[in-house]
């Protein structure tokens, strides 16, 4: 039997080793190619933690925190570093939850003590001490009956809940310093990699963790508080207790007994709430407001949102009338070259903003005006019979990308905007320690959505992510705070319809392509959720823009 392999990094240097070596061991000889430390690997397209050993011949890449698989390992194993510190701070009188993510970092509360400002310092210094010993992380295979058995054992009743809907024989959970967890994807070889994050003490015992992203793998940037984004998620987690439903177990109690169908109802009804109360708001205020500019990031239902928005100021006596913002892209060969050499259809300099603001202006005058039709496939404006005119308390919604930038319509006056920002700020976690990233509701949405009414397989939805979670970050994400309301478009029960479509679309992205790794990431998630059907969703709802059968299309 041979007793070396052969590495190949990045399908072009080989070097060889004994078998059985770590991936922690060999990553020492790739150090040099990266800035910061290496804490996760590609063995033959899987995912795997650096604490695997190497038992055949492979090709191998390496992730350090800048890249996405790197990051979301630094933030997995960032939390079990304060799990495992907030129980050797206050041992069993406290209890540590982690919400939901929030600028470059996620929010946490501690249950049991009451916490203040100075004891978040004191539990980062003590992460910090942990970080300074550079422990190593064990990762074990156990049963999944006895990690049931010893979770119920230390009263953590929602982990040992969530194994009863699992099917696997045996799980891997991590230990260190004695503490056991549960987490959703492989955790850093050891503590001393983690070395770059802040915590900041918010209120009424939460506090947030920040770290660096791939946007920003310098270092942990100052915590900005989004006061209007961080109370919508305060809401809906409060609004989640109350209906009890905060995580998966309960989810999956209410569907194992059949009961969804009510959930449904109430998450619709909860959606419709915000839509019907800015409704309001803007009807108070319609001898001002003339635009009113919806934005979000991708597959955050902005579509339906301002249809059903429509008919909700309808209801109350205003007439309104939608106009796209990709009416009005420049000609294709006046179209913007980003740093890449192509066309850079995201930017705000894509979009004709002097006529745009030349016709609202022309329309909030009472002008008749002959609005364009953008022809995708000639790549110009074109103007047939689409004539609009306003009459008095008469108004425009626009839906878009750059909607909350005011250089988008610089020439009218912030008085007569009404800004809505949307998205679904999902307050279901997997359990107390295993959060859902928001990103992947959208990511779930957009997958199903393209492969039904755009042909596109999972697999090129994936290859896309980056470039429309890149335009996020540099057009949407720094207008956020700049609304007058927000939407929250998350469901509490999506998730269970969505396994339904998505699951087999992420199956088949094939082992060879270069996002099958995430296409499992996903499936892992899914499998935590048991499926609901979709036949009682109402064809009016936010979820129907992606599953089909809305009322609205």
Request: aromatic residues 12%.
């Amino acid at each position: 039997m041979a007793s070396k392999i052969i590495v190949t990094y990045k399908n072009r240097d080989q070097i060889e080793f004994d078998k059985g070596v770590t991936l922690y061991e060999v990553s020492k000889h790739f150090q040099n190619h990266y800035n910061y430390p290496i804490i996760a690997a590609r063995v033959d397209n899987d995912i795997v933690g650096l604490n695997e050993t190497l038992t055949r011949s492979s090709d191998v890449k390496f992730y350090d925190r800048s890249s996405y698989h790197g990051n979301t390992t630094y933030g997995r194993t960032l939390q079990f570093i304060l799990i495992v510190a907030v129980e050797e701070l206050f041992k069993e009188k406290a209890e540590v939850t982690i919400e939901h993510s929030i600028d470059k970092g996620f929010y946490c509360e501690i249950n049991g003590v009451d916490i203040d400002e100075p004891q978040i310092k004191k539990l980062e210094k003590h992460m910090k001490e942990i970080v300074k010993t550079n422990k190593l992380i064990s990762k074990l295979s156990v049963s999944r009956l006895e990690a049931i058995k010893y979770f119920k054992s230390k009263k953590q009743f929602v982990k040992s809940r969530n194994l009863k809907y699992t099917s696997n024989t045996y799980i891997n959970i991590h230990e260190l310093n004695g503490v056991y967890d549960y987490f959703y994807g492989d955790l850093a070889y050891s503590t001393g990699v983690i070395n770059d994050f802040k915590l900041t003490y918010i209120k009424d015992n939460g506090f947030v963790v920040s770290f660096p992203d791939v946007y920003n793998p310098e270092c942990t940037l100052d915590y900005k508080h989004h006061k209007k984004l961080f109370d919508t998620f305060l809401n809906y987690t409060k609004w989640g207790r109350t209906v009890k439903v905060s995580n998966a177990a309960d989810l999956n109690d209410i569907v194992s007994r059949g009961e969804y169908g009510d959930l449904i109802r109430l998450s619709e009804a909860y959606y419709n709430s915000q839509l019907s109360n800015i409704s309001e708001k803007i009807c108070q205020a319609k001898d001002r407001i003339k635009l009113i500019l919806i934005a979000g990031p991708s597959s955050s239902g902005k579509t339906t949102s301002s249809k059903k928005l429509e008919i909700y100021l309808r209801s109350r006596g205003i007439q309104t009338y939608r106009i796209s913002i990709d009416d009005y892209f420049k000609d294709r060969d006046e179209t913007p070259i980003n740093s890449k050499g192509e066309p850079d259809f995201e930017s705000l300099n894509a979009i004709d903003v002097t006529k745009f603001n030349l016709d609202l202006s022309k329309l909030l005058n009472g002008e008749k005006v002959l609005l364009p039709e953008y022809n995708f496939i000639l790549g110009k404006k074109e103007y047939k019979k689409r004539w609009l005119q306003l009459k008095e308390n008469e108004m425009i919604i626009i839906e878009g990308l750059h909607s909350l930038n005011d250089d988008l319509t610089p020439i009218i006056e912030r008085r007569a905007k009404y800004k809505i920002y949307l998205s679904p700020l999902t307050q279901l976690n997997i359990d107390p320690h295993n959060r859902i990233h928001t990103s992947d509701i959208r990511k779930l949405r957009r997958i199903v959505r393209d492969n039904k009414f755009r042909g596109y397989s999972a697999a090129e939805t994936l290859k896309m992510w980056k470039n429309i979670r890149s335009g996020e970050e540099q057009y949407i994400f720094p207008f956020q705070d700049h609304n007058d309301s927000i939407i929250n478009s998350a469901l509490l029960y999506e998730i269970g319809v969505l396994r339904t479509y998505a699951e087999p679309l992420l199956y088949s992205v094939p082992p060879t392509d270069s996002n099958y790794p995430e296409a499992i990431r996903l499936i892992n998630l899914l499998r935590n959720f048991l499926t609901i059907p979709s036949e009682e969703v109402s064809e009016d709802s936010i979820l129907r823009e992606f599953i089909g059968n809305s009322c609205f299309y």
